[in-house]
């Protein structure tokens, strides 16, 4: 409980601002939810959540149940920053919150689709597109609930819960994880990584996102046998007898306990020199191996095919008086993506509102910019099996 402290209760001097809304949340007469509590249900509530079940980890379509989706990486993330913030006596109500939020701005395919859209967002719109920074803007304005008079509403959440998606960067190589003092606009970010998390649950967060990935990467790619040739290397890394089997969870716990033996207020959130070196090692051995192999680079070359196509179709679209009568001549040749595009964007655009609509319009269809990265978040939120389904139906007759 060497954290207690510091955990983000109602004793700790930020936490006014932690459990800050843009607007007030529609309340009711029985809650008996914490602020926290109410964010993790308004997350596993929204469709965004509920495809990242069908959206690439790394492996792509996978014929194996037992491979890791998007989703099972949240679980396990969730898991993970649960015995961390509970040992070390933070708030776990938040990092469950933050956890289970922090990939919802995932693009279907993985990191290349990330990639792919970041390259059309760069050329189109002159920004680029990253999964923390989408995640953000999903929660903010994309994703809606319908609140107790069944008015559509964005998720509302609060600011600690926003910034521990927006700040979880787990990619980058850093030890002695502290969080920031400042509770900053979120607007501010410009690139991953740039701030820290605000609170030490989005710390413990962020260093679990990297926990997660590592070692059930490697696992998934032991099953699939795409490791074979360097199971020796990796024993030795890992300081396995040849003996004994390579086993995921006792490396995912060793990580946990020297994260939280080795880690204080004073030192920030750190492992051991030595846990540390090992953690990099596996992550070098990770890029160059599993997410660099041979075998996944196909794949990537039928995401740009997919991705490209669906968004070129659809911004052909574009007129800023007459996109109902593009969007209607189509129909009949692409009726699956146009009445599903048609039926997402109404919710955005100045154009006209869906029923009960009452988030905020963010989409000015006088401006071809904000049309255009409409395209994106569209593309953003598709499952895997969806996007593939639109181009089959594009190419298809």
Not at 80 to 89: E, M, P
Not at 238 to 247: V, Y
């Amino acid at each position: 409980m060497k954290f207690e402290t510091v955990a983000m209760t109602e004793k700790n001097p930020k936490w006014s601002n932690a459990i800050k809304r843009e607007k007030e949340l529609y309340s009711r007469n029985n809650e008996i939810r914490t602020d926290f509590e109410r964010d993790y249900t308004r997350v596993i509530n929204c469709n965004a959540y509920r495809r990242l079940k069908h959206k690439t980890q790394v492996f792509f379509s996978p014929e194996s149940d037992h491979i890791c989706t998007r989703i099972e990486h949240v679980a396990h993330v969730e898991s993970i920053s649960y015995t961390i913030a509970k040992y070390l006596g933070l708030n776990t109500e938040l990092t469950k919150a933050i956890a289970t939020a922090h990939d919802i701005g995932h693009s279907p395919f993985g990191h290349e689709g990330e990639r792919i859209l970041s390259e059309i967002s760069k050329r189109d719109i002159g920004d680029t597109f990253w999964h923390e920074k989408n995640g953000l803007e999903i929660v903010d304005k994309i994703e809606l609930l319908k609140d107790n008079l069944e008015n559509k509403q964005n998720l509302n959440l609060t600011y600690a819960v926003r910034d521990g998606i927006i700040s979880h960067c787990g990619e980058i190589d850093e030890n002695n994880l502290k969080p920031r003092e400042e509770a900053i606009n979120l607007t501010e970010y410009i690139f991953p990584n740039q701030f820290k998390p605000y609170t030490w649950e989005g710390c413990v967060v962020k260093i679990a996102d990297k926990i997660s990935y590592l070692g059930r990467d490697m696992e998934d790619a032991i099953r699939l046998e795409i490791l074979d040739k360097h199971l020796e290397e990796l024993r030795q890394m890992l300081g396995i007898d040849e003996r004994e089997p390579i086993n995921n969870t006792i490396f995912i716990n060793n990580m946990i306990y020297d994260l939280c033996e080795n880690s204080s207020i004073e030192k920030g959130l750190c492992f051991s020199d030595e846990m540390y070196n090992k953690i990099n090692s596996i992550k070098l051995f990770n890029y160059k191996y599993i997410y660099k192999a041979d075998i996944i680079k196909p794949s990537i070359e039928y995401f740009k095919l997919i991705i490209n196509q669906i968004y070129e179709t659809l911004k052909k679209l574009y007129d800023d008086n007459n996109i109902y009568i593009n969007i209607n001549r189509l129909k009949k040749y692409y009726p699956k993506l146009m009445n599903s595009f048609e039926e997402w964007i109404s919710n955005y655009w100045n154009l006209s509102r869906a029923d009960k609509c009452k988030n905020d319009i963010i989409i000015n269809m006088k401006n071809e910019k904000d049309y255009y990265k409409a395209i994106i978040y569209y593309i953003s939120g598709m499952t895997d099996n969806f996007a593939i389904d639109i181009y089959n139906e594009i190419i298809g007759f």
